[in-house]
């Protein structure tokens, strides 16, 4: 008989166990982001004074929070060395932080930069590091005190290919450095006595007042800034910047024709927002919103496009950015609005309109005057280009603010800054009232957690009404297939949501240095993974994220059920020779496990036993190696299905042993399976059945192939009888058989062994069990 969904025997001892595995992985879930933890100190053991001030031979204690620390030679104070991301946003193309120490002596002026971790795949892939570094590099020498008194920040130079990377990189480095200048920290900043002497008046956007105004006033007196360019104003600028390669490919077409028209506006402003964007626009725009942020609209004709390609491809807009106070910010398509045309009377139509709102991170105030840089870049061979910037400067006409008399309260002491020191880190982000940068990463994948709390909730559908769907093998088969392909081009290819076994190895290491959840939760999609494994654990095992969230996982079956779908030869591995190749991911994941407690980092470089970041997260665009190696696996895997999740996988080993404790038997058995029925074992995709019939919950991959065949009347052999037995009943009851005809007869076999036959005469008993 079918055994029910109810608890186990042994209960009470795996629900114990339970609540281990499960405090285990829900913190496991922060293990991604472990390895770029901001703490200086961290950093400080692989670096050495005078790599940032020539002569240099030692670090004093850290001070404040976040941490500087100063350098010395002998006595004589060189400067401070401090981490880019503990001051600024430093996200960069990969959606994680590109951490850098800076030095900077007591004057403000940028000593050395030193790259220390990155997860940039534009980095990783092709382009070499050393390449970006002396991009940036360019920084050193620059006197960042000018730039923290509103002036306009250095540039460096673009590295085509990695525009993204590098000017995260320099916006980091000279926001942070800003940052700290302004705090009073280094470079003689603001004191006490600078801030009594500051003007009692402030000027804010007045939200209240508002009128309908034309294209004309609102272009003649402010509200809309315009850039206008000539192809022949281009070529001049690319000619005097001395870029001879630049200067002998000019832009084709008549010197006056236009190159780029731009317009710009703040649309926060209710006049120029109502005016622009019409009613009911504009009230859309104040209800997405929120506290702090503000609305820009850009609009262009000519040639040249202000958005390019860019944020097709990659999601950011990277040739206009937003300058304001020696801060800067580029747009990504989730702060992108288009618009088709504008409302004001005699507004022309516009090739592109783009309706921007800034980033939680960045804060612009409309009352101060801010810039448009548009990134202009030109081709000059296969592969390289030059690039100019021009500026379109934008200040709020003075009728939209509003003018307030605030009271000036002088800190009660000068030395606030040398205070600071003993302010902890999380403190100081309050006092600031600065949102973690967790919160603002969550805001910002709204859509996408949203996209994974919908799958999950899918899936848990799908377990727990599993008993209906494989009783419809086609349409269950489709679901399940669809549920791949979800799994692995959004899942994995689009958002990069594939668990790791370095997660694993990270957890025990943050144990021993130190965890802060802000650093768990700073790969959200990570973490909801993580947790939703962990509670599957409890019901299931590891079947649920092996079977059907990991995008390798899925690339392997799809990619082995289109071999089969072309007649490809299925291997089938000898069952001693199987059992004994199941240990290998255990060996392989404790070698990792144990290495970890030596080197974190070599154990991460030796974790690429997963080829999960080469064919999922860089999508094969990687050195020849890697790529030869994952090519490999998904070949083995088109003759052996799951090759890799069977042998080789460390993570499906690492969640097999908590695996074990799982609370509840969910797949179905007759009594005949194993004995003497073999078609569940001989049919399980990864071989998970021994030949006595228990499956092994170690190995399962929980694709319910064994449940389809448990209610199929025409595979299993128990329900063929079941079938038979009925049949037989309803031909009993037919007027054919109350006068005594005979009906067919119909044999069974058992994994190609011939079952006496059964028919409508026969007596059931007769047919073997």
């Not at 961290?42 to 976040?66: M, N, S």
């Not at 534009?122 to 020498?141: C, F, K, M, Q």
């Not at 934008?394 to 939209?400: A, E, G, K, V």
Request: proline content about 7%; overall charge positive.
């Amino acid at each position: 008989m079918g055994q029910s969904v109810a608890p186990s025997p042994n209960t009470g001892r795996r629900a114990a166990k339970a609540f281990i595995a499960l405090a285990f992985f829900c913190i496991l879930a922060w293990a991604d982001a472990a390895l770029a933890s901001s703490d200086l100190t961290a950093y400080l053991p692989k670096i050495t004074p005078a790599e940032f001030f020539p002569g240099a031979d030692r670090f004093g204690p850290l001070q404040g929070a976040p941490a500087i620390v100063p350098v010395y030679r002998g006595d004589q104070l060189q400067g401070f060395v401090y981490l880019n991301s503990d001051f600024a946003n430093s996200i960069g193309y990969s959606g994680k932080p590109i951490h850098v120490l800076v030095g900077i002596d007591p004057k403000g002026i940028i000593k050395g930069l030193k790259l220390v971790d990155h997860k940039e795949p534009i980095v990783l892939v092709g382009i070499p590091e050393a390449r970006i570094v002396a991009a940036v590099n360019s920084l050193i020498g620059k006197d960042m005190k000018p730039v923290a008194q509103g002036a306009e920040p250095p540039k460096v130079d673009i590295v085509s290919g990695a525009t993204v990377t590098v000017l995260v990189m320099s916006d980091s480095i000279v926001r942070s450095a800003s940052k700290l200048i302004r705090s009073g920290r280094i470079g003689g900043g603001p004191s006490a006595a600078a801030a009594a002497a500051l003007p009692p008046v402030t000027k804010t956007l007045d939200l209240e007042h508002s009128e309908i105004r034309d294209w004309a006033s609102l272009l003649g007196d402010g509200s809309v800034r315009r850039l206008h360019l000539t192809i022949g104003d281009v070529n001049d600028a690319f000619a005097k910047a001395g870029n001879v390669a630049a200067a002998q490919n000019p832009e084709t077409g008549e010197a006056s024709d236009t190159f780029i028209d731009l317009y710009l506006a703040l649309v926060t402003a209710p006049t120029i927002g109502r005016s622009l964007l019409g009613e009911d626009g504009y009230q859309r725009l104040k209800e997405r919103l929120k506290p702090g942020q503000q609305a820009i609209l850009v609009a262009g004709n000519g040639v040249y496009s202000f958005k390019g390609s860019a944020y097709v491809r990659g999601g950011i807009f990277d040739r206009i950015e937003i300058l304001q106070e020696g801060n800067s910010t580029r747009f990504r398509d989730r702060n992108h609005t288009r618009l088709g045309a504008l409302h004001a009377a005699g507004a022309p139509d516009f090739r592109e309109i783009g309706l921007f709102v800034t980033p939680p991170e960045f804060t612009l105030d409309p009352a101060q005057p801010w810039e448009l840089q548009l990134l202009v870049q030109r081709a000059v061979g296969a592969r390289d280009k030059a690039f100019l910037t021009f500026d379109l400067k934008y200040t709020l006409p003075d009728q939209y603010l509003r003018r307030e008399q605030q009271a000036v309260t002088v800190p009660a002491s000068a030395s606030a800054p040398a205070a600071e020191a003993n302010v902890p880190a999380a403190q100081a982000t309050a006092a600031e009232g600065e949102e973690p940068l967790w919160m603002r990463i969550w805001r910002s994948q709204t859509i996408n957690i949203g996209i994974v709390a919908l799958a999950l909730a899918t899936l848990t559908v799908i377990f727990f009404f599993q008993n209906i769907l494989v009783r419809r093998p086609v349409f269950y088969t489709w679901v399940r297939r669809g549920y791949l392909v979800f799994v692995l081009i959004w899942l994995g290819w689009y958002a990069n949501a594939q668990l790791s076994v370095v997660n694993v190895l990270t957890f025990t290491n943050a144990l021993v240095t130190g965890f802060h959840w802000e650093f768990f939760l700073a790969a959200p999609l990570i973490f909801v993974l993580w947790a939703a494994t962990a509670a599957a654990l409890l019901f299931w095992g590891r079947g649920p994220f092996c079977g059907w969230l990991c995008p390798f996982g899925a690339l392997q079956e799809l990619s082995n059920t289109v071999a089969k779908w072309l007649k490809v030869p299925q291997i089938t591995v000898p069952w001693g020779l199987h059992e004994r190749l199941w240990p290998i991911k255990y060996i392989i994941f404790l070698g990792l496990f144990g290495l970890s407690l030596y080197s974190v980092d070599m154990a991460e470089r030796f974790a690429e036993v997963e080829p999960f970041k080469t064919a999922i997260i860089l999508k094969f665009a990687r050195g020849w190696p890697f790529v030869l190696y994952a090519v490999a696996l998904l070949a083995i895997g088109l003759f052996i299905e799951r090759f890799f999740c069977r042998y080789l996988c460390p993570l499906g080993a690492a969640l097999a042993i908590p695996g074990r404790i799982r609370t509840f038997e969910w797949l179905r058995r007759w009594s005949e399976c194993g004995s003497p029925c073999q078609r569940c074992a001989k049919e399980c995709p990864v071989q998970s059945i021994h030949p006595e019939g228990h499956i092994n919950v170690n190995e399962c991959i929980y694709c319910m192939h064994c449940q389809e065949l448990y209610y199929d009347d025409h595979r299993c052999p128990h329900m063929i009888q079941v079938r038979l037995k009925r049949e037989k009943f309803a031909a009993m009851s037919s007027p054919s058989m109350r006068s005594g005809g005979a009906g067919p007869k119909t044999v069974i076999t058992h994994a190609g062994k011939p079952i006496p036959a059964v028919s409508p005469t026969t007596p059931p008993s007769s047919a073997s069990q």
